[in-house]
């Protein structure tokens, strides 16, 4: 069993920052793309940022400039430091990775359970 487990999220004030961490535990065979997302009430689901196993980073336009995501390879993680918060940036937030476990032969979808960030005056 695979379980992507996330923590790090809170309430804060605009500008203040957070750091968001996720780490991959169980029968891991391998790990490749990692990323994390957010959800709104009332919204989709969108791609924040992900990094690529050799650390190809990818970034919404929206968070370009004041976020970074980060992985450790030795430890299965993957974080997030938001800078600059702001008021928009407001949802519950899911660590996703394509993994492979060690029972299985090619890799599959695997989402945490989500962690709440809240910016507010």
């Known amino acids: 069993q695979v379980l992507l487990v996330e923590s790090g999220g809170g309430s804060v004030q605009p500008g203040e920052s957070l750091r968001l961490s996720c780490v991959a535990s169980?029968?891991?065979?391998?790990?490749?793309?990692m990323a994390w997302y957010r959800q709104a009430p009332g919204q989709q689901r969108d791609l924040v940022a992900q990094?690529?196993?050799?650390?190809?980073?990818l970034y919404a336009d929206s968070v370009t400039g004041r976020f970074t995501i980060a992985r450790d390879n030795t430890k299965n993680t993957v974080n997030l430091t938001m800078n600059s918060l702001k008021p928009e940036d407001t949802a519950v937030y899911y660590c996703?990775?394509?993994?492979?476990?060690?029972?299985?032969?090619?890799?599959?979808?695997?989402w945490g359970q989500g962690t709440q960030v809240t910016v507010s005056s």
């Open positions: 990094i690529s196993t050799d650390g190809n980073r």
């Open positions: 996703k990775a394509d993994i492979t476990p060690l029972s299985g032969w090619h890799p599959s979808v695997y």
């Open positions: 169980g029968s891991i065979l391998a790990i490749y793309t």
